[in-house]
């Protein structure tokens, strides 16, 4: 199945679209709940999802790095660095799924 993902400021920019389109496309809107368990598992997605985890290893390579930040007491500067960065590869992941129209 492929998947166009189209907005419109009007409802009947896009309802116009569907009827126009010949039947073995067979175009159909999906509500944004149905479009989510679509892609959710998708390869863009996990795509995106391996580009964070790549991310956060550039600075925390391996497990034991990540654990040793999160047994630091809140107040560390350095587990505070840690979560800074983190937030920081979340939000870009955030970023590029909502360019691909996926809401997180």
Do not use: W
Request: charged share 30%.
């Amino acid at each position: 199945m492929n998947v166009v993902s189209i907005e419109s400021e009007l409802e009947s920019g896009i309802n116009a679209l569907i009827a126009s389109q010949p039947p073995e496309i067979n175009c159909s809107e999906l509500t944004e709940l149905e479009f989510y368990n679509l892609v959710h598992n998708s390869n863009q997605i996990n795509a995106i999802r391996d580009q964070v985890q790549r991310k956060i290893k550039e600075e925390y390579p391996d497990y034991g790095s990540e654990l040793a930040m999160i047994k630091l007491p809140k107040i560390n500067l350095k587990r505070i660095k840690y979560e800074k960065y983190i937030n920081h590869c979340i939000k870009f992941g955030k970023r590029e799924k909502a360019k691909l129209g996926y809401r997180n």
